[in-house]
DNA sequence: TAAGATGATTCGGG
DNA sequence: CCCGAATCATCTTA
């Protein structure tokens, strides 16, 4: 290696300058008055010519040569000169490479190999995988398709990792290189002179190269487990659209539940499972109870955000709804006529003089009296509010208000029809989906306290629940 | 292809 | 941990 050049240098400076080896055992120096010295130095020349060249040689000459150099008369003498060269250069060697502490890159590396179940235990890598997925993804997902794709990947990974590591660690690449090059030193140490701590050095120099194709190895792993790691968060954050129909049992759930459209654990449980019902015959995917949570918290804000963009949608939802709830009515009359057992709407009767007020805000003191014992404390933006945002919003008051009178007619028509359970008199008295109700001054729902017990009209009574305010 | 819609993510607050 | 808010990234639509 360099070593070998530095001594070929230190040798040429032998064979030109000579002043180096001043002293050297039985050598003169190049430029002595005797004329046995110019001998000598033909000798010397020429040998250290042929150690010079022996390189360029073939392999079978270089042997013949180096034996040949080997019974020379010179070999002992010239070794001793070479020694003390070594001697001497041997302190700038030494002092050019030594230090080996454990590389804190490769500690980083192999930290992070850890982390990510790729250098972890053999089998349970998978777990770790799994865990490191699930971090990844926050720990809110369940999209199990992609976790097993990512996992298998990741199991691709660690394979070609594990055994491209064997083939340096435990196969012994290393070391059976090691020993080829300390017998290759034993055998040049009968040409030139080679000390243990050279031998010892050479193999240091082995290690780290070793060490550092294990680097390599290491890091690329790494850049491969990001580059799977980025793919899969890309995945996930690849977005699709909601069916259809889940948008539409979304919506419905959101504007029945205008006041308070914060649905409890189940109340989103049971959204998921509809919406993934609906949406598995179209496209086979499945909506997760974090899907519905995302979809409340940007619905919720959106609305909030342009109460007119959604006014349309709003009424669109609260017609649906008010029909829905017809049917559901109707079949709540026949069951009450037939006295269904089958229909929990049992004892709870409700006032008709209740309904007949007109003020929402009065409606929903008066709801929220009913429900929750206490006065109307909080904060209620009164009717004209409602029909204020969809007169400036519109531009055409009296269609906003013919809609809301629509389906205030419509609803107090179904109110005298049959007394109703309390989840009824929700989606029907307090049948705010066409309007801000729930917001109040801050354009808050927080204290916008609807009657607890809240039933989604669409469903009957005791489906989806959604009372306790967060 | 730009603009708008929409699902997902991030961040700070309570 | 949930929420609001801001933002990102993709999908849809005009």
Redesign the pocket.
Known sequence: MDEQARIMQALGGVSLAGHSVQGGMGLQPPHGHDGTDDGRKQDIGDILHQIMTITDQSLDEAQAKKHGLNCHRMKPALFSVLCEIKEKTGLSIRGSQEEDPPDPQLMRLDNMLLAEGVSGPEKGGGSAAAAAAAAA?????DNSIEHSDYRSKLTQIRQIYHTELEKYEQVGACNEFTTHVMNLLREQSRTRPISPKEIERMVGIIHRKFSSIQMQLKQSTCEAVMILRSRF??A???????SKQ??EI?NEYFYSHLSN???S?EAKEELAKKCSITVSQGVGST??V??V??????????Y??NIG?FQEEANLYAAKTAVTAAHAVAAAVQNSQTNSPTTPNSGFQMKDEEFQLDSAESKNTLLTNMFTGSSGSFNLPNSGDMFLSMQSLNGDSYQGAQVGVNVQSQVDTLRHVISQTAGYSEALGGNTMYSPNGLNAN????DAMTPSSVISPTEGPGSVHSDTS?
Do not use: C
């Open positions: 993804s926050g720990g809110a997902s968060l890309d996930r954050r690849k977005r699709r659209n909601f889940a948008t979304l459209p914060y649905p654990e909506i997760t974090s899907q949570s995302n979809w409340f918290g940007n619905k919720r804000i959106r909030k955000k963009k354009g808050g729902w927080h967060n």
